[in-house]
């Protein structure tokens, strides 16, 4: 049996753009630039299964949208790359669901539960509120943060905060996790300094603004391409936020398409700014 081929990832990224237009100008730029076909589902999920050092770049929202899923594989997968998040780790290792409507508990391999992180203190001493109340720095903000675990502690908190504001670290490092209902976060603050905060944390609204927003194009592109398996209920918004640039920057251009191949690699920007430039060189 002949060994299934892994797409580099110049390939995956202009794979990814070439399934937003139709299936005869596809296969035309394939014969034009040399380009493979898709790459095999069952490769793809091998991919995913190895050391991921290219999900080192991802914005934390990205990993809740693949723990989203509610798999316990893809949760498994994901255990290295949320190591500096305790919230998302304690609820991978509880089994706690982060899929819309769903109650849970999930399944969940016994040396994840083993690695839970420890419960602080505070917690056992003042509960879930009392803990974050009590906080005098960020590192204790932190780990009282991360026994937030489930839809009704999050609403707990938000009332909290609405009753009494919380203190400045709480409000910090609760906002800044990815699983914060939008909601929730909103009542922690909006003013400049905040929103930096949680873009320098990697909160991301959604596919879309990932999509277009975020750079490098390749990353973006190459994470893109394996979202029918890490989000597949979410990929297509990122599609439909870049199938019109695509159409009216590339379309049916071969030329572009080729362009937009050797320019990916080394293209530093966001990928609508290298759309649109490998449509104007060509």
Same mark, same amino acid.
């Given at each position: 049996?002949?060994?299934?081929?892994?797409?580099? /990832?110049?390939?995956?990224?202009?794979?990814?753009?070439?399934?937003?237009?139709?299936?005869?100008?596809a296969?035309r730029?394939?014969?034009?630039?040399g380009?493979p076909?898709?790459?095999?589902?069952?490769? $793809?999920?091998?991919?995913?299964?190895?050391?991921?050092?290219?999900?080192?770049?991802?914005? $934390?929202? +990205?990993?809740?949208? +693949?723990?989203e899923?509610?798999?316990?594989?893809?949760?498994?997968?994901?255990?290295? =790359?949320?190591?500096?998040?305790?919230?998302?780790?304690?609820?991978?290792?509880?089994?706690?669901?982060?899929?819309?409507?769903?109650?849970?508990?999930?399944?969940?391999? /016994?040396?994840?539960?083993?690695?839970?992180?420890?419960?602080?203190?505070? =917690?056992?001493?003042?509960?879930?509120?009392?803990?974050?109340?009590?906080?005098?720095?960020?590192?204790?903000?932190?780990?009282?943060? $991360?026994? +937030?675990?489930?839809?009704?502690?999050?609403?707990?908190?938000?009332?909290?905060?609405v009753?009494?504001?919380?203190?400045g =670290?709480? /409000?910090?490092?609760?906002?800044?996790?990815?699983?914060?209902?939008?909601?929730?976060?909103?009542?922690?603050?909006?003013?400049?300094?905040?929103?930096?905060?949680?873009?320098?944390?990697?909160i991301?609204?959604?596919?879309?603004? =990932?999509?277009?927003?975020?750079?490098?194009?390749?990353?973006?592109?190459?994470?893109?391409?394996?979202?029918?398996?890490?989000?597949p209920?979410?990929?297509?918004?990122?599609?439909?936020?870049?199938?019109?640039?695509? /159409?009216?920057?590339?379309?049916?251009?071969?030329?572009?398409?080729?362009?937009?191949?050797?320019?990916?690699?080394?293209?530093?920007?966001?990928?609508?700014?290298?759309?649109?430039?490998?449509?104007?060189?060509?």
């Amino acid at each position: 049996m002949l060994a299934m081929r892994e797409n580099s /990832r110049v390939e995956q990224a202009v794979g990814f753009l070439l399934h937003l237009v139709d299936a005869e100008t596809a296969e035309r730029v394939r014969a034009r630039t040399g380009l493979p076909g898709p790459e095999d589902p069952r490769t $793809s999920r091998l991919r995913l299964t190895r050391a991921w050092t290219w999900a080192r770049r991802l914005p $934390s929202s +990205v990993a809740l949208w +693949v723990l989203e899923n509610d798999d316990p594989a893809l949760n498994a997968m994901m255990w290295n =790359y949320i190591a500096n998040d305790a919230g998302l780790r304690r609820a991978v290792a509880r089994g706690v669901p982060f899929g819309p409507g769903r109650t849970g508990p999930l399944r969940v391999d /016994r040396a994840l539960r083993e690695q839970e992180p420890e419960v602080p203190d505070s =917690y056992v001493r003042h509960g879930l509120v009392g803990a974050l109340r009590a906080v005098t720095s960020m590192g204790q903000a932190r780990a009282a943060a $991360s026994m +937030v675990l489930t839809a009704d502690d999050w609403w707990t908190v938000g009332e909290a905060d609405v009753d009494r504001p919380l203190p400045g =670290y709480a /409000r910090w490092a609760l906002s800044v996790r990815p699983d914060c209902p939008p909601l929730v976060r909103e009542g922690f603050g909006s003013h400049t300094k905040f929103t930096h905060r949680l873009r320098e944390a990697g909160i991301v609204d959604g596919p879309a603004e =990932y999509a277009t927003a975020h750079g490098p194009a390749v990353d973006v592109l190459e994470v893109l391409a394996v979202g029918h398996v890490l989000f597949p209920a979410r990929v297509h918004e990122a599609q439909d936020a870049l199938r019109p640039l695509v /159409r009216d920057h590339l379309g049916e251009s071969e030329e572009a398409w080729a362009v937009l191949a050797q320019l990916m690699e080394t293209f530093h920007g966001r990928t609508p700014e290298l759309v649109m430039t490998a449509g104007a060189i060509a």
